[in-house]
Nanobody
Framework: VQLQASGGGLVQAGGSQRLSCVMSGRTFSRYDMGWFRQGPGKEREFVAA????????YYSDVVKGRFTISRDNAKDTVYLQMDSLKPEDTAVYFC?????????????????????WGQGTEVTVSS
């Protein structure tokens, strides 16, 4: 499985950015997907996740109401729409995939749940 994230860049506080992550090498619709991020000097943290059907989504409290995760199974792509960006959202954003469906949505918050990771795309939010 290969995951290719893109869409990062420099954005002003209060602005928006959309990240994309394309999967190749596997059937995308059989994977639950997540986004994580790692800010400067910080540990990697959960951002959002979406089940393979697209009907269930999960968000960290920090981004809930500002970020939206979605997927297009026909395009093998998961998106992260980021609105009302803040300087503290500055980070490298990683997409991740797991082929195992978890009963508890809480499991998607942990990076150990995921089998495959993309290379990351950097988002810098200027104040």
């Amino acid at each position: 499985v290969q995951l290719q994230a893109s869409g990062g860049g420099l954005v002003q506080a209060g602005g928006s950015q959309r990240l994309s992550c394309v999967m190749s090498g596997r059937t995308f619709s059989r994977y639950d997907m997540g986004w994580f991020r790692q800010g400067p000097g910080k540990e990697r943290e959960f951002v959002a996740a979406v089940r393979r059907s697209g009907t269930s989504t999960y968000y960290s409290d920090v981004v809930k109401g500002r970020f939206t995760i979605s997927r297009d199974n026909a395009k093998d792509t998961v998106y992260l729409q980021m609105d009302s960006l803040k300087p503290e959202d500055t980070a490298v954003y990683f997409c991740a995939a797991t082929g195992l469906s978890h009963y508890s949505g809480r499991d998607y918050y942990f990076d150990s749940t995921y089998d495959y990771w993309g290379q990351g795309t950097e988002v810098t939010v200027s104040s």
